[in-house]
């Protein structure tokens, strides 16, 4: 579908078939469904959408949704029901912590319609002047979200997909290769100094400030909150560590590994285990781990494969079942394998389970953003390696990798000898 958006008005028409090219252009967008998640982490708030605006209509393009708002995309509210269209006339953020106390809001129609407190909305407007719409959340209950750091990641977020709109209009007009590859790399950079910077240094602050209080604090209540306050933000970088990865092995930088030789890879191994075995003292965690020889390769990444299966074994697994990690040479290969009980991955879905925010749906715990699996297979394969899956009621699931011991021409492959 061709997607001309550079020849339309200042404001969007509202016909059918120019709101569907719209909702179509914004699903094209990888990166949204990931921006949405992190907004929602980020601030606590359960609904956030990009919202296509109109002369006379307010359309959802992206939604998440976990407070069944209702919305999907496609999907269209009264205009002048909402506070959008009074960012757009003033082409301005709107930013509510809670509306029932706010002097402004707390008798405005819209709070009171759709029962909401906390509100963030912030124009997503293109190069070319058009108000494309908004970038907004919502959550029934209070949020603080008036930092300003809250709010500049909003206006990063929504000039991030003004630019990712721009760059689907270049593709589609088929303009110049070298103007295409200029603003890949621009995005790219972009949106990795977004989650690497913007997001990481706040967060720090916020896990600071929790050692410090549960340091100080007396009360075990108090001190509960505080330590809970660190384990959310160990979720939240390990999420943004998750599409860090995911932008450089996706948008053009690939994935990166630092080869260098490990004396003793089972240490680095062991020490996996024994943090999650630190962690989940009530789970059994059996450890075969036993290459006793030196292997070329990025141990800090080798790490990560192993984290994200065994963790991946322990969410998914047999509640209270084993989880059996095993690491040995083989010929010319390390194999690391991490086994799990319980009920198998159907076989439909055994060549989707590495597709990047792919979740098994017959799971109901949702937790990350689907990357884990994504990611092991890509500094897998960045090793000149291997990922499987084997699953089945009888046998287990079982994820085997399997890296090349000697990992010499990595060395002279600029692509894969960054550092990360």
Known sequence: MSVNLAAQPLTANDSAEEIARDVAAVNKLQAVPTLLEVLCESTGMRFAAVARIGENTWTACAVKDDIDFGLTPGGQLDLESTLCIESKRSNAPIVIEQASTDTRYCNHHTPKLYKIESYVSVPIVLSSGRY?????????????????????????????????????????????????????????????????????????????AGVLLERKITDPALKGVAARIGISVKRMSSLI??????????????????????????????????????????????????????????????????????????????????????????DSDLVLSVWNGGEPISPENLDKICEPFWRQSSTGNREGLGLGLYICSEIVRAHGGTLSVTSSQERGTSFTARLPLDADRLDQDPGNTRSH
């Open 241 to 330: 560590n998750d599409v860090l990865d995911f932008a450089r092995a996706r948008l053009g930088e690939g994935m990166g590994v630092r080869v260098a030789e490990v004396e003793d890879i089972d240490a680095g191994l062991n020490a996996v285990v024994r943090e999650f075995q630190d962690g989940q003292p009530g789970r059994q965690i059996l450890a075969n781990i036993s290459v006793t020889r030196k292997v070329r390769c990025d141990l800090g990444r080798v790490q990560q494969v192993a984290s994200n299966l065994i963790g991946n074994a322990l969410k998914h697994g047999a509640p209270g079942g084993p989880v059996k990690v095993s690491a040995q040479a083989e």
């Open 132 to 208: 494309f719409g908004n970038l907004c959340a919502i959550d029934p209950a209070p949020a603080k979200v008036a930092d300003p750091k809250i709010l500049g990641m909003f206006t990063r977020f929504a000039a991030l997909i003004a630019m990712q709109l721009e760059s689907e209009i270049a593709r589609q007009e088929d303009q110049s290769a070298l103007r295409g590859a200029h603003a890949a790399n621009e995005l790219r950079e972009q949106f990795i100094a977004i989650l690497g910077h913007d997001l990481r240094n706040p967060l720090q602050a916020v896990y600071s």
